[in-house]
């Protein structure tokens, strides 16, 4: 258990995972991640989601042990995605007395991944409801879509802290010593991403609260500088470039539209420009997505395959599309031999993307780059930088 301290009434009952590859079967995860879960302690104890079956057996021993021979009241379910209520029906036959607190969305859910009859056990709440423990009072916050449709938050008022479900979450174990922006910013764009309308919505709401610590669902506990990570959200959710640069994301079968990408870097660099170059067929797909998004020019470049595009360029297209990718400059670059198709093919992305600028010129290799290619680059350079 990582050795984490809140408060003597809050403790931390979650879990590392070290040997996870891939977070939801898609995202790597170097150093792992954590499965947050929390216990307050007061007249009536309340269990604050549970964990993901990966570590069901620790985290019954860190309950157990932080409930020192004590009997839970109460199992708040802020979110019913399975890395965080894979245990709900093994904590309510453990404790057949425990309430299980949540929303009518959510309660609609738990026969979906779970034969329990919680008729007699269920407490249903709804905006702005309130739950007293003893000295600790629990006020509930709806926030749909962050990043599914029951998803609430939880704010206790005593101790100024919120419990905040995937927000302010990150990939990494508690025990990983790693820069939070990165790995936080890599999470929220993959997961969260898309639904940046309804995370404003809830920064809203989190306006009027005094909050002075965030306890999310994955990653650490944040108790200093919270304006910061409410700032970061901002620029997240808004779809703002966070820093100036460029992202450059390039696909190639022989190399020779690699090497093109990485003399656009060249270019760009020799300009001030900070660059951020990925070869999407080897390089992590989320970091290139998480950099899409920080920075606030794009340039794509790839060359035409079997008359489409390159089947990484189009899956790199395809997620900035469904993470609602917005608001920036785009430059392309297109390769081809006999019959260059992929210029017109990434601009019938981009053009779907909002408020998103496709730059010109367009610049066509043929095949492999030449004199007068690199002057056409020269020219996108100057028009995506003015």
């Not at 590859?21 to 989601?49: C, R, T, W």
């Not at 702005?128 to 926030?143: K, N, P, Q, R, Y």
């Not at 043929?366 to 056409?376: A, G, I, L, Q």
Request: some cysteine; hydrophobic content about 40%; aromatic content about 10%.
């Amino acid at each position: 258990m990582s050795k984490v301290t809140i408060s003597d009434a809050i403790r931390y009952i979650g879990c590392d995972d070290h040997d996870i590859d891939l977070f939801e079967s898609q995202y790597e995860v170097p150093n792992g991640m954590s499965y947050n879960s929390y216990l307050i302690l007061d007249d009536k104890i309340a269990i604050m989601d549970t964990a993901d079956a990966r570590v069901t057996d620790q985290w019954f021993n860190n309950l157990e042990t932080e409930l020192a021979g004590r009997t839970p009241d109460y199992l708040i379910v802020s979110h019913m995605e399975p890395d965080h209520a894979s245990n709900l029906k093994k904590v309510c036959d453990k404790y057949p007395s425990l309430k299980v607190v949540s929303n009518a969305k959510t309660f609609g859910m738990i026969p979906q991944f779970f034969d329990i009859d919680l008729t007699d056990r269920k407490v249903e709440v709804k905006e702005g409801d309130t739950l007293e423990l003893g000295s600790h009072i629990l006020t509930f916050v709806m926030a749909p879509m962050v990043h599914w449709p029951e998803v609430m938050v939880t704010y206790e008022s005593s101790e100024k802290v919120l419990f905040s479900a995937d927000g302010f979450g990150k990939f990494g174990t508690l025990d990983t010593d790693e820069d939070w922006d990165c790995e936080a910013r890599r999470y929220y764009m993959n997961i969260v991403g898309k639904y940046g309308n309804n995370v404003q919505a809830l920064l809203k709401k989190a306006a009027a609260l005094d909050i002075q610590t965030i306890c999310p669902l994955h990653g650490p506990i944040l108790m200093e500088n919270i304006g910061r990570y409410i700032e970061k959200y901002d620029i997240w959710s808004g779809y703002k470039p966070e820093n100036e640069g460029v992202t450059i994301a390039y696909a190639s079968i022989h190399g020779n539209t690699a090497k093109a990408a990485k003399k656009m870097a060249e270019i760009l660099e020799a300009k001030g420009q900070k660059v951020s170059l990925f070869d999407l067929s080897r390089d992590d797909m989320a970091e290139a997505i998480e950099d899409a998004f920080r920075y606030d020019k794009l340039i794509v470049a790839s060359p035409t395959y079997d008359a489409a595009l390159f089947p990484c360029m189009e899956d790199f297209l395809y997620h900035l599309k469904i993470k609602n990718y917005q608001k920036r400059k785009i430059g392309i670059i297109e390769n081809g031999t006999w019959a260059p198709m992929s210029g017109k093919l990434m601009r019938a992305y981009i053009e779907g993307y909002k408020e998103c600028e496709i730059v010109e010129p367009v610049v066509t290799i043929k095949s492999t780059m030449k004199d007068e290619t690199v002057k056409e680059m020269e020219a996108l350079a100057e028009a995506l930088i003015k």
